[in-house]
């Protein structure tokens, strides 16, 4: 097959009929310096209750109490049968609370501010890019991954790139047939955090209360990746308030839960499968810092650590073939740099499907239809000004 490449690695596919690019992901291409990724600033934040409903400010935030025992014995089981609350993952709300919260929030976008002299530009947001930071985690950690595929739906607007999730097929079926030995699992993550959080600063944690997933915390930082300006939203677990020099995100705290690890080969895995996606998750908002909860087979947590975000790499970097930070940035600043080149026509009802799945180049196909649009009606009109 012929090749062209170019400095961003893009190749020109010529094997079929209107000669697409595509994106090639081995780690090997995208072994170079640490690209520059400036220090991300909190712009905001957003709260979601029990309903789903958006509010404008941290209502929502927990606050991490220090656990006195190192051998905690938390049982993550406990109330899955009877206090708990499931978020229905059917509804897909793609970026939709993002898109609120800038509406809410244009003046912290400068030239929104309505004081701007070239009225012409005044809908721009001037942002490369407008996101969740999970779809970011899965773009940085593409060049390590075997498994899992996945898509994202890419709309040009006003001079915005916004990238949306769409589910694989292979996503949905797994999620539609999870056990229920892989649901409790997951409601141990939520429950970890009750075992973990209080409600309001010096408060105490209550173990016994109800685990509803449709609560979150999220907040909006902005950063900037070499040339691409980056305004994204994720969510996060707890605050701690220990020291009160620390402003967000560095004050913030991303709790996990993981397996028990017994034997070399499973801290292998757990080095080379779990702590990127850690890495990469924490990295991106600038939290920096990991406590996990060691759960043994029957739920218990008997034991905590506690990981430094910019450290984890200096944990895993003995393993043999590991996984670099660099690279994954590098991947993603070639990504962004390639959606860029990909999608050039400025219209909100015109998707670009990104899609990739493990062991092939990352290719797109061209929406025009509504099938995979995801800019509401309510958002483009109050956009324009
Ligand atoms: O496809 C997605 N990931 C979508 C996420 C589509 C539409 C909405 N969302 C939003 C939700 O509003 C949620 O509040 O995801 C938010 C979390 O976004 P994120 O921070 O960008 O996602 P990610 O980093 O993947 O996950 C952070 C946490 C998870 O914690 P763990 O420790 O397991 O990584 O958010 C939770 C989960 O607790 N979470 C979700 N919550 C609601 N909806 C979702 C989801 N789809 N995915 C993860
Ligand atoms: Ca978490």
Redesign the pocket.
Known sequence: LPKTETDEHYILRTNNADSKLALPVQPDYYDKSFPDYRQPVEIGCFS?DSNRQLFNDARQLKYCVKPTSKNPNFNLRDGYKDRYIK?N?NI???LD?ILKWILLNKHKFPTLSGDDKSPALSNQLHTDFIT???HL?KILTTPYENREGWMLAVTLFHGTYYMS?VETEEARRQREQRTEMQEELIYG?YKFEQYLCADKPGGNPNPAGVVNTNE?F?CVVRTRLNGHSLVF???VDCKDNSDPRLKAPQCYV?L?TSREIYTPNQERNFHRFKLIKWWA?SFLPGVPRIITGFRDDNGMVVSLQSFETMKIHHLVKNERNCWKPAVCLNFCNDFLSFVKKVVTHDDHRMVTLFSWEPGKDISYTVHTDRTYAFLPDWYVENMII
């Open positions: 979601l978020r993952d897909k709300e793609k609370h969740w930071r999970g985690t999730e993550g979150a999220c939203s994720g969510e991303e996990k998750q």
